[in-house]
């Protein structure tokens, strides 16, 4: 817990750096340049779609009657278009995930690398593929866990449990691959990414809880409908703030077990004859 706490702040000072923050910037713009073209385009047909299929298929009649049951039943009158949010979200992580690995990841590895752990050699040990097919696969599943999942919103309690811990696993998975790729061997990060499995999905859990933080701007029911546009732009910056925090906090603890790591053949080197002498005495 304590290295964990010790990566922590020192992810938290080199968030403060001026560098780091504008580095929230084009990730974001690029995400919002992307989703207002896809939102003018397809909200409004996806949310017709959604109507359609519910009126012919009785689904109105099904969820009035389950939200009534629940005391939710004004929600009713904006349920496909909660629904129709609630399916993008994940969609905006996924640009959010992306742009923040291919833009900012790079700059933070430089940037933590070269300031803070410049003795460290690079092995290379990952690569762009490796990259990528761990983010791809991580998200796939995380997508369909999401959906699964996403009748618990309708228990917030559940929810503050289940986004969490869905968020951790994926930010574990995918933080912590690119965090060493640059540094580490592949046998490094083997053995790194086995030995500190649980320090490291702890700090996704803890990042898991903040990656859920703007979940809770689609809560307001109809107001997040109307507000849909600002809420969009807002969970969007969000979500790369928080990205671009879990790296360096990632890459902070990661690069700091690796040095760790490194240095106890050597450290075992040089008490091994020291423990021979006193064997012989």
């Known amino acids: 817990m304590q290295k964990i706490l010790f990566a922590f702040g020192k992810a938290l000072l080199s968030q403060l750096h001026i560098r780091m923050l504008l580095l929230t910037v084009l990730p974001f713009i690029v995400s ?8 003018w385009l397809g909200l409004q047909p996806m949310i017709d779609w959604l109507h359609a299929y519910f009126t012919d298929n009785g689904g109105f009649r099904v969820a009035g009657d389950m939200l009534g049951w629940l005391g939710l039943g004004a929600i009713n009158a904006v349920l496909v278009p909660l629904i129709a949010m609630w399916v993008l979200l994940p969609l905006m992580i996924l640009t959010a995930l992306l742009f923040v690995a291919v833009m900012a990841m790079p700059i933070i590895v430089k940037h933590v690398g070269s300031r803070h752990y410049p003795e460290l050699d690079q092995k290379k040990g990952g690569s762009l593929f490796g990259s990528l097919w761990v983010g791809g696969t991580s998200f796939l599943v995380f997508v369909f866990l999401w959906l699964a999942t996403l009748p618990l919103a309708l228990f917030p309690p559940l929810t503050f449990v289940v986004q969490p811990a869905l968020w951790g696993w994926l930010t574990y998975r995918v933080m912590a691959y690119d965090a060493l790729s640059e540094h580490a061997s592949a046998e490094e990060m083997k053995t790194l990414l086995r030995r500190h499995r649980w320090p490291l999905l702890a700090i996704g859990a803890i990042t898991g809880a903040m990656g859920a933080a703007p979940t809770l701007l689609w809560l307001g029911g109809a107001l997040s409908v109307i507000f849909f546009p600002l809420l969009a732009a807002g969970a969007i910056w969000l979500y790369v703030l928080v990205f671009v925090f879990t790296g360096l906090w990632f890459e902070h603890y990661c690069l700091d077990a ?11 080197a040089v008490l091994t004859p020291a423990a021979s002498m006193k064997d012989i005495n």
């Open 32 to 39: 919002m340049a992307i989703w207002g073209v896809l939102l």
């Open 258 to 268: 690796l040095r760790q790591y490194r240095s106890a053949p050597a450290s075992a």
